[in-house]
């Protein structure tokens, strides 16, 4: 398909999805009723037809993570478990081992990240409107592709932002191989919206224990010192990080990596500007996985309520109904609940007000 066709096909679908009786209105009107606000979720996956056939292919030879759910998935049930959890919108993303390896070449990885990207904004964007907003994924580590990939999701798509894995080829966010990628994000202002995977260099490391109970927490913290000892975070100042996992074990280790910083004192006192607190002070962190006293009190020690978003991991976690009980039962105010359910993604998303 060329790339003026492409344009017409896109930009077709999303103005029949305006005028379409599927627009979604109507499905959260269903459910507002029962909605404790009009959440945003930042952190829910899909699959597209083409891509779940590049899974089936790739599962015949290695099992890929999740494979028995994408073949139930539809935008119907994402948009049935949102208004069950009062989620008004979804910013979609895609993530599994699939798209943290390479293809046999750069150009089928390029046209698997496109037909997702293209699908999402046709078929979910377009036809649900209000109800979906888009990270596109990029071919990484392959660059020039995703400088490309930047320029036609941002330009075109008109996506909310990408999202990356925490590592591509044991190299993490950070790493000098990727910084013409973060210099066009930075031009752009753009959100980067960072999901984990077992990095190749830690699978497996315990039986009995999952790469998702461990080494994704793990990898998310690794992405975060890497960008912030590489300076990428400083260089980057314009770039809006958001975080899976309330930041994964980042909290754990907050007195290793920011030392006096995190001291009462130093909590309480100003931040230097460009330091390593300031910077994790200015990230953003979802929730998925993380709704319980534990972890959200101790985030909020750390970083700002201002900081922490809604995210669900649906449908690899419980729904949104989950998420939401979670919370309540986590000690916060009604002040923050707002903040995090809605209030803090609308200063990254406005135009979902």
Known sequence: MTDFNRRTFVKGALALGAC?????????????????????????????????AVMTRLNGASPV?????????????????????????TILSQFSRAIGVRFANDGETRRAVRELNEY???????????RFGLFAVLP?????????????????????GVALLTSYDDKWLGDPAFDAVFAELNRRKAVVFV?????????????????????YPTDTTRAIMNLIVSNTATRCPDVKFIFSHAGGTLVSIAGRFLGDAVSAKGLAGPVEPNSRLAHVRRFYYDTAGSTNPVQMQSLRLLVPDSQIVFGTDYPFANGPAAHVAGLRDSGLNAQTMQGIYRGNALKLFPKYA
């Open 120 to 130: 999402a904004t046709a078929r979910m964007v377009g036809a649900y409107k209000g």
């Open 20 to 52: 379409s009786a599927l627009t979604g209105h109507d499905l959260f009107a269903q459910g507002a009723a029962t909605a404790p606000a009009r959440l945003i979720d930042v952190h829910q996956h899909y699959v597209s037809p083409g891509y779940f």
């Open 140 to 160: 990484m580590p392959d660059i020039d592709g995703s400088l490309r990939e930047i320029e036609y999701a941002i330009d075109t798509l008109n996506a909310d």
């Open 65 to 89: 993570q999740g494979y028995g759910l994408w073949s139930k998935y539809t935008p119907g049930l994402a948009i049935e478990a949102m208004d069950q959890g009062g989620v008004a919108t």
């Open 195 to 215: 999901h984990p995977i077992d990095a190749s260099c830690c699978r497996p490391v315990m039986n009995g224990v999952t790469p998702q109970t461990l080494e």
